[in-house]
């Protein structure tokens, strides 16, 4: 019981920490009032958002006043099916090119190794320009829209900024897949099924890549984040209705506090969740 009890403290603890630091941020630009800092009307934003949080369902945003919720829900699902689409599609997508990246020569891992260098080096939203203007450069020489470059409150835009998003996260996946599945190639549990006489496609099957995939999961942290960073840049471009738009339409400490929260919780309870079952999982005997 202790030993369950103690892990389970230490999430509590963790959470609430991580809680009371984006309340305090939320409530920073209060702390500043022009040159001059301003720490009373800093602690007093900070109680009022307290005050809120335990009742969300009254706060209101806007010059009329009307109800966050559930506005922000409808804001924070088109963010989630555009993260989560371009997240999956990312993860297939450099697994597929790792396992091929495998079955190379040595030489032309290294030329794609450079390559994937430089793409790494393209600022992100070089990619994202670059795509639009292909779009339209194709609608001007046959008339045919294939995507919608921009959003509206009534139509809204998926398909160009999950591609958008998807482009440089897969370059990350890939690296990181590729140094992974190197890392696991010269362990001993792999040289042993190798004098085993067992494939080499067998064995990135049937136990490098479980092992593989649940460290690039549990170590994804960084990756998410540079998703979510960028992915504030895609809906700017692309006028996307999600919670990043609605955040900068609507720069209240409220909605920048609730929005963080509804975008930290899930992270953090799916990571913890894969901390818990990653030992249990994870096994490198043949």
Not at 180 to 204: C, N, Q, S, T, W
Not at 235 to 244: R, V
Not at 260 to 276: A, D, E, T
Request: net charge positive; with cysteine; proline share 3%.
């Amino acid at each position: 019981m202790k030993k369950v009890m103690h892990p389970l403290l230490h999430l509590v603890v963790h959470l609430v920490l991580a809680i009371s630091g984006i309340i305090c941020l939320g409530a920073l630009p209060s702390l500043f009032v022009g040159l001059e800092v301003n720490v009373e009307a800093y602690i007093q934003t900070i109680k009022q958002l307290c005050v809120q949080l335990l009742n969300p369902t009254s706060i209101t945003y806007g010059d009329y006043d009307r109800l966050l919720f559930p506005q922000l829900f409808v804001q924070y699902g088109e963010t989630l099916i555009i993260f989560i689409s371009a997240f999956v599609i990312s993860l297939v997508v450099a697994t597929l090119l790792v396992y091929g990246l495998l079955h190379m020569s040595n030489k032309a891992q290294a030329r794609v190794k450079a390559f994937l260098l430089i793409l790494e080096s393209i600022p992100d939203v070089a990619f994202i320009l670059g795509v639009q203007l292909v779009v339209v450069w194709i609608f001007q020489q046959t008339g045919i829209i294939i995507f919608r470059i921009v959003g509206t409150w009534d139509e809204t835009v998926r398909a160009l900024p999950i591609i958008c998003l998807s482009i440089p996260t897969i370059i990350m996946f890939t690296k990181m897949l590729l140094l992974r599945f190197e890392d696991e190639l010269v362990k001993d549990y792999v040289l042993l099924a190798k004098a085993k006489g067992m494939r080499k496609l067998y064995i990135l099957h049937h136990h490098i890549y479980r092992n593989v995939m649940l460290s690039i999961l549990f170590f994804s942290k960084t990756i998410i984040w540079f998703m979510l960073s960028n992915l504030f840049i895609v809906e700017y471009l692309f006028n996307s209705m999600g919670i990043f738009m609605f955040i900068y339409d609507h720069p209240t400490a409220e909605v920048f506090t609730i929005s963080l929260l509804l975008l930290y919780i899930p992270i953090f309870c799916v990571f913890h969740v894969l901390r818990f079952i990653a030992p249990h999982v994870r096994k490198e005997e043949i």
